[in-house]
T-cell receptor
Framework: EAGVVQSPRYKIIEKKQPVAFWCNPISGHNTLYWYRQNLGQGPELLIRYENEEAVDDSQLPKDRFSAERLKGVDSTLKIQPAELGDSAVYLCASSSSSGLGGYTFGSGTRLTVV | QKEVEQDPGPLSVPEGAIVSLNCTYSNSAFQYFMWYRQYSRKGPELLMY????GNKEDGRFTAQVDKSSKYISLFIRDSQPSDSATYLC????????????FGKGTLLTVNP
């Protein structure tokens, strides 16, 4: 099993530019999460999907961040325009209702905004 | 006050030592507790999870939960250089398909 796959692994952009991250969850996992991890901190939830529905986006800065999960599988997180403070690692995770043992993270996308 | 507090360390121990990592929390709704290991430039990897107070053992790792004190611990016996990583505690109130609230992580180095 491939695990949670994210791309790209690294991205460097200038401020005010747009950027997008892609995530492919574990097959059969209906719940998908985007977390942001700042340097020296634990991950913090941005958005949670149940299938294609965003059920918790209270922490997503909606003025510049957007996300979608078409067909309830892959997901894309977008930032437009990026700010210096958006530099962080963006982690995707997925889980199923079968238990906490399957709550799996991808390797993340490390974003640097210059 | 953050919902989950974790001493960021760093913690440096010799190979073979017993390591104790701890978190405290303030939200009584947390019912499920997890420990993740994160190597540099990698995503968090689930080590252990537990639903209840008490101890859970898996090889060299033991997770301990004391809900009355809102305190959780991870013990690593016979620590190895390969255990060098950041250890993150995480917890949730909503079961397997809910958001996790993490501590800051503790950076552990095991010296050969």
């Amino acid at each position: 099993e491939a695990g949670v796959v994210q791309s790209p692994r690294y991205k460097i952009i200038e401020k005010k530019q747009p950027v997008a991250f892609w995530c492919n969850p574990i097959s059969g996992h209906n719940t998908l999460y985007w977390y942001r991890q700042n340097l020296g901190q634990g991950p913090e939830l941005l958005i949670r999907y149940e299938n294609e529905e965003a059920v918790d986006d209270s922490q997503l800065p909606k003025d510049r961040f957007s996300a979608e999960r078409l067909k309830g599988v892959d997901s894309t997180l977008k930032i437009q325009p990026a700010e210096l403070g958006d530099s962080a690692v963006y982690l995707c995770a997925s889980s199923s209702s079968s238990g906490l043992g399957g709550y799996t993270f991808g390797s993340g996308t490390r974003l640097t905004v210059v | 006050q953050k919902e989950v507090e974790q001493d960021p360390g760093p913690l440096s121990v010799p190979e073979g030592a017993i390591v104790s990592l701890n978190c405290t929390y303030s939200n009584s709704a947390f019912q499920y507790f997890m420990w993740y290991r994160q190597y540099s430039r990698k995503g968090p990897e689930l080590l252990m999870y537990t639903y209840s107070s008490g101890n859970k053992e898996d090889g060299r790792f033991t997770a301990q939960v004391d809900k009355s004190s809102k305190y959780i611990s991870l013990f690593i016996r016979d620590s190895q250089p390969s255990d060098s990583a950041t250890y993150l505690c995480a917890m949730t109130s909503g079961g397997s398909n809910y958001k996790l609230t993490f501590g800051k992580g503790t950076l552990l180095t095991v010296n050969p």
